[in-house]
Structures are given as C-alpha cells and as structure tokens.
C-alpha cells in the first residue's frame, strides 16, 4: 500500500493530511497519481495543479514523471496554492 502525504494546505483543502491506498494497475508515476487524484472531484482537481506542487518519492525530491509502487511513500505539498 503506497503512502500519501499532503502538505502545504492541501490538509484543509482536501480533508486529511495524509492516507494509504493501493495504486491502480494503471498509475506507475508520480503524474498518473496526480492525474487519479484529480478524479476524485472539483476541489481535488483545483488543488492539485502540476505547476503548483511539489513531490517526494521516499523522502528524495522527485519529479512528475517519476515512477511509483505500492511500498511507496508520496509527499504532494503545495506552493502558494489558494482556495
């Protein structure tokens, strides 16, 4: 089960702070995670904005296109993000 952790104010944005789920077969990057968070709704979609966000990969700054597994930790934090 891949980590998530949300920093910045995405915690009030989004409602957690951080949560635990099992990637879909089809996401194996950052950027297909961000794309899946997206579908969740409206408010996820205007929160995570690429240009916005920056991520971690197992504590090591990543990029968008940097590939993901299950045993993972992702840290999404936000950079001057408004509501």
Known sequence: MARILYFGNLPDLLGRGAEELFLP??????RQLIDYLKKRGDIWSK??????ITVTVNKAFGALDDPIA???EIAIVSRGLGR
């Open 25 to 30: 077969k089809n996401v194996k990057t950052v």
């Open 47 to 52: 929160a995570l904005v690429e240009e916005r």
């Open 70 to 72: 299950d045993a993972d």
